[in-house]
């Protein structure tokens, strides 16, 4: 069964320092991969995905993740953490004909000053 | 663009009340979805619209009941809720071929 695991329930760092949240998945075919943030009370935002070629992605606000087929990872990291980073992030993984994504439970991340 | 819109942002409503959330998305995506997120839970998958077409009924009771009136609208009446339904409610786009989702803003649901 498909099924995304987020180790990390809760994870506080300083402003300035690096950030690796991690994402690890089970699935039988090539996976497209997403990272997503949501800030309290809103909607989630895509920061970036994967679906095929160069496995270290750039996405948006400074993140990048890179899919380790061998680890079935795909671990989200940005070099320095600013205060407004401070949200919930989703992992998720997706393919196959139905268009379901499968979340992750999250890793809420906090910024100290 | 990549912008979901969805109305209203907040809605209170007793349990004998009929409703609806809308949401519309100009991004020529064919594929629309409803989700339910409790707070501090991932999103869960409710329906899924493609080409207008429901595809996707994740066993939702039938006080949920989905519309999609044309490509770019799809709206969620709500009828004899419960307060455990009160969540957040999202609505999300994406190409039929792709599985990159866009989010919007959600609407804050609370049954009384």
């Known amino acids: 069964a498909q099924s995304v695991t987020q180790p990390d329930i809760h994870i506080t760092v300083s402003e300035g320092a690096s950030l690796e949240l991690r994402c690890n998945y089970s699935y039988g075919a090539t996976p497209y991969l997403f990272w997503y943030v949501q800030s309290p009370g809103q909607g989630l935002q895509l920061l970036l995905k994967y679906f095929s070629g160069d496995t270290l992605v750039q996405g948006i606000k400074g993140f990048e993740a890179e899919f380790k087929r061998s680890q079935s990872s795909f671990n989200l990291r940005k070099p320095s953490v600013h205060w407004s980073d401070a949200a919930e992030y989703f992992c998720a993984v997706g393919g196959g004909a139905t268009n379901k994504l499968i979340f992750g439970t999250g890793t809420l991340l906090a910024v100290q000053p | 663009d990549t912008e979901v819109t969805q109305t209203p942002k907040h809605l209170v409503m007793g349990m004998t009340n009929k409703k609806s959330l809308k949401c519309e998305q100009h991004?020529?995506?064919?594929?629309m979805y409803w989700y339910k997120q409790k707070a501090k839970k991932p999103p869960e998958l409710m329906f899924v619209?493609?080409?207008?077409?429901?595809?996707i009924n994740e066993s939702v009771p039938s006080r949920f009941s989905p519309e999609c009136p044309n490509s770019s609208l799809l709206n969620l009446h709500l009828h004899a809720l419960q307060p455990e339904d009160s969540a957040l409610y999202l609505c999300?786009?994406?190409?039929?071929?792709?599985?990159?989702?866009?989010f919007g803003p959600g609407t804050r649901l609370t049954v009384t």
């Open positions: 991004m020529g995506h064919r594929a």
């Open positions: 619209y493609s080409y207008e077409k429901l595809s």
């Open positions: 999300a786009s994406s190409q039929e071929q792709t599985y990159e989702q866009y």
